[in-house]
């Protein structure tokens, strides 16, 4: 481990490394101050830029842009009461009337500062109990692989709780598409169509990027149309603004928040499907039931900002933990940075630590100094960010469309990639007009070969035995079979019993 965390660090401290994670983190803070550009989408967007990079590098440039976004959904929601990211929905409550109230400043303030705390701290919990849970995998065989990625498929459990069907649905179609390509016991073509270009499959980035950025792209589209009311920044006025530092009476006054926040955000980024915006809104519900003035939430205090931010940014580093150590994402970013990962041939999980530390522990370093950059630009530059709240919406996706294909026909300079990028991106407009989320399929497109195929290497080893009583022998088998239940059974008793929808709607 020391050793590679040196050798991590010399890769961090490089100067093209370090502009990578400036570089990133400033556009993840015009993306996040997008209101509908979210942070998969800008993720999603950037992947292909990724591949002429060295691994460690292509990881910096995603990670820290992952961190940007979730802290630039704070400035829309702060100024224009429209949350750049889903996330930052709970920042509205206090962040806006703290605008109303001429104070903006204080509010952006509390923002980019509970952010960097937040940040900081699931980045230190990243760093602490990844290797460790990293160690235990390599105890994984066939058999946990498959029932871990069984596990990973009842995020679309967590994720459904407004329509549990149309989840298992959308989560059945991804996994359909990833059976489409060469059968791996056989050798032979199944459900390519006669398409030369299928026997490969179906390649994951192009079909993320449309499933993504496309719905979003035609939605702006349709609201440009649509909305003839404009919501716009006085500019000059704003451009007044001092952001600055928050005294060290007000970090002390904040401190419990703070930390219980950033507590919440992490726990919660660890359970797959969960969510930046059930985070945030899980903190700020705790701050105010321990507040002594519980009644002024909602009228605008730095409080309920904090404790919101605090979490979110905190919740960005937990989704990455059980990604980067079981192969299980934690959030719709965390899948598309998984899936970065093995476009550069890298396997999430032991492996990743055992035969690239060095490239692992460079990646949760950037994460500090993405936070850091962070705190900076906020600082400093968030008068300038408001630029982007005020882009027109056709400009925007224009820019959108084109950055689609062409990342699209990056990935390997074939065309087809561009068509299958197009498919998939009307297939999730259809599907998020009819109330499907797109994660679901992306979950099985990742998941489903992991499936596959650890559940033949378990039918080979366990020599025609009774499966089940074969998987129940083995305790890591167990422990995931009781997790899978856990994982299935809460949002559907949640789903039976009417509480998952009022969740659901708690957290729009």
């Known amino acids: 481990m020391s050793i590679n965390f040196m050798e991590a660090l010399k890769n961090i401290l490089t100067i093209s490394n370090i502009l990578l994670a400036a570089g990133g983190t400033f556009m993840g803070i015009i993306f996040g101050a997008l209101p509908g550009f979210t942070a998969a989408m800008g993720v999603a967007v950037l992947l292909p830029v990724t591949f002429g990079m060295p691994p460690a590098s292509g990881l910096i440039l995603l990670g820290a842009l992952f961190g940007g976004a979730m802290y630039g959904g704070a400035i829309s929601a702060i100024l224009v009461n429209t949350p750049g990211t889903p996330s930052a929905a709970a920042t509205t409550l206090d962040g806006h009337p703290m605008a109303a109230k001429g104070e903006a400043g204080k509010a952006l303030r509390e923002a980019v500062f509970a952010s960097f705390l937040g940040g900081i701290f699931g980045v230190t919990v990243l760093l602490l109990f990844a290797p460790p849970l990293a160690r235990i995998s390599l105890m994984f065989g066939p058999p946990e692989y498959f029932l871990l990625a069984i596990f990973g498929l009842t995020i679309i459990a967590s994720i459904s709780e407004k329509s549990l069907i149309k989840g298992l649905l959308a989560g059945l179609l991804g996994l359909l598409i990833s059976t489409i390509g060469m059968d791996p016991l056989l050798g032979t073509p199944r459900f390519t169509m006669g398409v030369v270009n299928l026997t490969d499959g179906v390649k994951l980035v192009p079909a993320m990027i449309g499933l993504f950025s496309i719905p979003e792209t035609l939605n702006m589209i349709s609201s440009y149309f649509n909305d003839d009311s404009v919501n716009l920044v006085n500019m000059k006025e704003f451009r007044k603004i001092k952001i600055g530092f928050p005294s060290l009476s007000h970090i002390k006054r904040h401190a419990l928040i703070y930390i219980k926040s950033s507590m919440i955000g992490t726990y919660v980024g660890m359970l797959p499907g969960a969510g930046g915006s059930i985070a945030s809104f899980m903190a700020y519900n705790e701050a105010r039931r321990s507040s002594k003035h519980p009644?002024?939430?909602?009228?605008?205090?730095?409080?309920?900002?904090?404790?919101?931010?605090?979490?979110?940014?905190?919740?960005?580093?937990?989704?990455?933990?059980?990604?980067?150590?079981?192969?299980?994402?934690?959030?719709?970013?965390?899948?598309?940075?998984?899936?970065?990962?093995?476009?550069?041939?890298?396997?999430?999980?032991?492996?990743?630590?055992?035969?690239?530390?060095?490239?692992?522990?460079?990646?949760?370093?950037?994460?500090?100094?993405?936070?850091?950059?962070?705190?900076?630009?906020?600082?400093?530059?968030?008068?300038?960010?408001?630029?982007?709240?005020?882009?027109?919406?056709?400009?925007?996706?224009?820019?959108?469309?084109?950055?689609?294909?062409?990342?699209?026909?990056?990935?390997?300079?074939?065309?087809?990639?561009?068509?299958?990028m197009i498919t998939f991106g009307f297939i999730g407009y259809i599907l998020k007009c009819h109330g499907f989320s797109v994660i679901p399929i992306v979950l099985g497109i990742i998941l489903g070969p992991i499936a596959e195929k650890g559940l033949n290497g378990t039918l080979l080893i366990s020599r025609g035995e009774n499966l089940l009583l074969f998987l129940l022998s083995r305790p890591i088998s167990l422990i995931l079979i009781t997790l899978t239940l856990v994982s299935v059974g809460v949002p559907l008793y949640r789903t039976i019993t009417g509480k998952g929808k009022k969740v659901a709607e708690s957290t729009e």
Not at 312 to 336: E, F, Q, R
Request: negative net charge; glycine residues 12%.
């Open 295 to 420: 009644e002024k939430f909602g009228t605008g205090i730095s409080e309920g900002v904090a404790a919101a931010e605090s979490a979110n940014n905190a919740m960005a580093s937990g989704a990455l933990i059980p990604m980067l150590t079981l192969g299980v994402p934690g959030d719709s970013v965390a899948a598309i940075i998984m899936g970065g990962l093995m476009v550069h041939g890298l396997e999430p999980g032991a492996q990743l630590f055992a035969r690239n530390g060095d490239i692992a522990y460079t990646f949760i370093l950037a994460l500090y100094l993405a936070n850091i950059m962070m705190l900076l630009c906020g600082t400093y530059l968030a008068p300038y960010f408001t630029i982007a709240t005020n882009t027109p919406k056709h400009i925007l996706s224009v820019c959108v469309m084109m950055l689609t294909v062409i990342g699209s026909y990056a990935l390997r300079g074939n065309i087809f990639d561009v068509y299958v």
